[in-house]
């Protein structure tokens, strides 16, 4: 049997034009791109290509965009920049962040004494936005408010410009961890509120490794790394070339298709929705999934039985590749804390499907089929 893919907002299969446009970087042109020569030089204009490309994709200025290592570097970095160069002494965010937020969040709180507040859930997993703004209404000192554009887990997604227009209305810095909609969703970055975003390419079938982190122009931060003047003395360290190149150009392709691939993935989230409720029986889904919510993802709780609580090693030896949680924490298997936080239903066991352009009904009818036998 083939493997069947369905864990595609941990990681994506690399796009073969993708590395077609790396692979010159990785052979011909080394050259280092802080070298004065020629040969140095051809590599830096390669890199200030791709990003005069991703910020006309995002609508921003070229200045505004930085490359990084991925998405949890650049919330690191703006995370930090907001209570060490901002000033802020107290900061909001969501018991369901990813962990490169929630983890930088509660080490700022140890070491630097700064405050934390977590936002109330809606039953549905949403955040609630009226909480957001008493939170703010309450506090004396600057905020930074950091909430994630799009729910890894559950796909639940943030009304990006009413929560920037809140902070701006209590002057509080806006970072969100746009890591599930960069590359899935146009952006407009000139008339959006918000002074941080991040990207990783490999969300979009681009390379693993290299991300973005926006920073509007508006905004004066310190380095995060020290050690050199690349990044326009943003980011030491030698810039990761091919990735670079292979980020624009996921972006790129990503943009161009956005229509028709949104709504062929779309599709196959909803046909999956569908034939589970038809064939499995007592099985619910966390979130929004039909509102507000990722096309990519789908957040499945399948009644608890003793076959269901082996459930991601049944499909895995089955070869089909879901999760029950977000990849990076997949190792320690102490479940989802998003989940723990809105439904926490010992009944249930959560498990994530998401999709890529690769996906094919085909497979939801071969999963679907397995599942039957595994619940």
Not at 163 to 173: D, E, L
Not at 193 to 216: C, E, M, Q, R, S
């Amino acid at each position: 049997m083939n493997r069947i893919y369905f864990d595609n907002a941990a990681t994506t299969q690399l796009d073969a034009e993708v590395l077609e446009a790396m692979m010159p970087y990785l052979t011909t042109h080394f050259g280092n791109p802080s070298s004065i020569y020629s040969y140095g030089r051809e590599s830096r204009l390669a890199i200030e290509n791709a990003r005069k490309t991703v910020a006309k994709i995002l609508n921003a200025h070229p200045a505004e965009i930085f490359f990084t290592s991925g998405g949890t570097e650049s919330s690191n970095t703006a995370i930090t920049a907001a209570v060490t160069d901002l000033g802020c002494t107290h900061i909001i965010t969501s018991p369901i962040e990813h962990h490169a937020t929630l983890h930088v969040v509660e080490h700022l709180q140890k070491s630097r004494q700064v405050a934390v507040s977590y936002v109330q859930l809606l039953a549905n997993g949403h955040v609630d936005l009226t909480h957001l703004e008493e939170l703010l209404a309450a506090n004396n000192g600057k905020s930074l408010v950091t909430l994630m554009h799009a729910n890894n887990e559950i796909g639940n997604m943030l009304d990006i410009h009413a929560t920037g227009n809140i902070c701006r209305k209590f002057a509080a810095v806006f970072h969100s961890d746009t890591v599930q909609t960069v590359g899935h969703f146009p952006f407009d970055l000139r008339n959006t509120p918000v002074d941080f975003i991040t990207g990783a390419g490999h969300k979009f079938h681009g390379p693993k490794g290299v991300g973005i982190l926006y920073v509007n122009e508006n905004i004066k931060i310190k380095p995060f790394v020290q050690g050199g003047s690349q990044e326009r003395n943003m980011r030491a360290g030698t810039e990761n070339l091919y990735g670079i190149v292979g980020f624009a150009k996921a972006l790129q392709l990503a943009t161009d298709n956005y229509e028709t691939q949104s709504g062929y993935i779309k599709d196959i989230k909803l046909y999956m929705m569908q034939q589970l409720q038809l064939h499995i029986p007592g099985v619910s889904f966390n979130g929004d999934p039909l509102g507000k919510s990722l096309y990519t993802v789908l957040n499945v709780s399948f009644p608890k039985t003793d076959k269901s609580e082996m459930l991601l090693f049944s499909l895995d030896i089955n070869h089909i590749c879901a999760s029950g949680g977000s990849a990076c924490t997949s190792g320690a298997d102490a479940g989802s804390h998003v989940i723990r936080a809105i439904y926490n239903d010992p009944d249930k066991v959560a498990v994530r499907f998401s999709f890529s352009k690769y996906n094919t009904r085909e497979e939801v009818d071969a999963v679907v089929e397995k599942l039957k036998e595994l619940v």
